[in-house]
């Protein structure tokens, strides 16, 4: 919803009529406040028969544990899709430092509540389950004053909130989130099938989908969040010529940030997952596990953050039929790779992580290739021309990285080590791009 509502929002703001911007936030606000009250209360009545639906594989001491866990986070749902919405109207403002900062008041809410609980009650699976409910509650309020300061307010109107304006919306609104989605929906996909394997398959799973997150959060969404309304104005006023040097630009700016990722994920992954998770009855076992997972997931990276950001060049057209459609393209050849190399080939939850990888590179590709129809001067060669050489920057970078920290801090802690490692390698990779000039160097300063 954050990226969703932005073409609308901007196209109101664009208009000058205030009063008409303000109903229009008033009747979105309701129909979604609405409509969250009653998904809300499905997941909460409902929990034990969507925990069946989507992990069929669990035990029946498992499936009751991740029901009432489910019941317990069910207004997670609502406080998080709230500050989405506020996200989406900032967003729309050109106000983008505030929303992309809110996400850090949940961590800072759920760190609060497991310190109080560690050092004053006792620490478990549920207090876990309230500190995310109260770290999305910080969310929404820090983003609030925002809102407010920024003359983006909204309250109820019942008085005909359904209108031809926000059925039309609405009817846009949908197919984009689902095709935003799509990567998400093939995670539960996963879990579906990671729920038949062994124990601890879902959390390796999951841990390594953190750990992808985490470039794809601070770069992915935040490149496809600000270029929206960027998008969105230069499709209103015709300038195509700019709107494919936008998503050009982009695209080798998201290769840029994340190509260095997927190879440390790959040549230093089992060290990082060694440093975040190998502790307590989390056994050196569990985090090599972890590692298989994160180096399969890893081949997609690149192309899951592409994904997001051609999508939104779609949205920016209020073509959403198509995303849709190749999105569930996606999601049928995701299923099949699931079974294929997950249980056909016996490769287990690996197999799993991989079938996400490949159905993310044919949804990227399908949607590039037709968007280049659709808009002239989408440079898809030199996006794979580009694509090569900053892999091979970001291998010399690493290689040399590794090196260096192996050289100096010979024998230290493995912790020590990847700090080091990852310090150098970066600098090695700076150094690399400003000799040579790179422009997409000079957009993360911007």
Known sequence: MSTTFVPFFTEAQTANDRNAFKILRDNIFTIVFIGLLLITGIFYYFSTELISIFAFGFDEATKELSANLLKRMSPFLFLISLSALNMG????AQKFNAPAFSPVLMNVGIILIILISSF???LSIYVLSYAVLF????QYLFQIPFILSNNLSYNFNLNNCINPKT?????VVFPQIF????YNINILVNTQFASFLEKGSITYLYLAERLIEFPLGIFAVSVATTVLPVLSGQYLKKNYSDFSRTINEKLKFLLFLSAPFVLAFIFIGQDICNVLYARGEFTVDDSYMTYKALLAYSFGLIFVAGVRLITQGFYATKNTKLPVIFGAYNLGVNFLLCYILGFYFNLGFFGLALASSI???FLFCMLLFKL???IVGIEILNFFKYLIIILLISGVSLFLGINASQFIFHGSSITMGLIFTILFSAGIFYTISRAL????LRMIFK
């Not at 059925?167 to 009817?171: D, N, R, S």
């Open 372 to 374: 280049k129809t659709l």
């Open 437 to 440: 000039r790179l422009s997409e």
């Open 120 to 122: 004053y009650f006792s």
């Open 135 to 138: 770290g999305a509650l910080l």
């Open 359 to 361: 159905s993310s590179i």
């Open 167 to 171: 059925k039309e919306i609405f009817k």
């Open 179 to 182: 095709g935003l989605a799509v």
């Open 89 to 92: 109207l900032l967003n729309s």
